[in-house]
């Protein structure tokens, strides 16, 4: 199972909500003393998030992901703030290895389509839900779509992968959402990557058990629930 510690970065700073709201915010500091930390423990990739560009569509972390990648040796994911093509393309200029995009597909269906074409292998599907259906725009606006139904829409366009936020666990360290990871996986065939509620070591057992292909670390992290290096010796791929 693949690990990957998040960088959630709100005006420069890396800091964690809860469920997504952003008057919940805790700041923890520089993003790239995190990201040299969770390199240092081991990791081999870093979930870095735009929540400015999340809320407000104007995406400015390009900077960063470009400092990440010229001082440590990771992989890079990275969503929040991409609405176009051109974001897409800028984004993965800018050092990501693969880009996360959900409200794309809602706002403009054709400008995702062709961006799993145009950067094939590079598009992960961010499929976040609230009460199953999915999410979009910073997760203000709950669509009448199916987080299953999107799932396997995704497929067909010859998307590989997924990030599924259980939008009611993010943050809250109540555990992570398995039986819906789970089932998203199995129903559409996606890699699916849980998020959200990743909250100790138990929940990275139950995923690893039941064949998920990944998992976002964050609040946890951050203080100290779960161990990176003990982590990724034990379930990392």
Known sequence: MILFPAIDILDGRAVRLVRGDKHTVTDYG????????????????????DLSGAFSGASGIDPVIAEIK???????QSGGGLRRIADV???LDA???RVVL???????????ALAAFRFAGKIVAGIDAKGGMLAVKGW????????VTFGKRCKRMGIGCALFTDISKDGAMQGANIAETVRLQKETGLDVIASG????????????????????LGRALYEGAIDL????ERFGA
Do not use: C, N
């Open 140 to 147: 203000t606006v709950t669509t009448d779509i199916s987080a």
């Open 30 to 49: 520089d993003p790239l003393a995190f990201a040299e930390k969770w390199v240092q423990a081991g990791a081999e990739w870093l979930h870095v998030v």
């Open 95 to 97: 050092g990501a290895d």
């Open 197 to 216: 509620g990743v909250s100790r070591t138990d929940d990275l057992a139950g995923l690893q058990e039941s064949g998920v292909y990944g998992a976002i």
């Open 70 to 76: 010229k001082r440590f040796s990771v992989k890079i």
């Open 229 to 232: 290096s003990g982590a990724l």
């Open 89 to 91: 393309e800028r984004r």
């Open 102 to 112: 959900g409200t794309m597909a809602v706002s403009d269906p054709d400008s995702f």
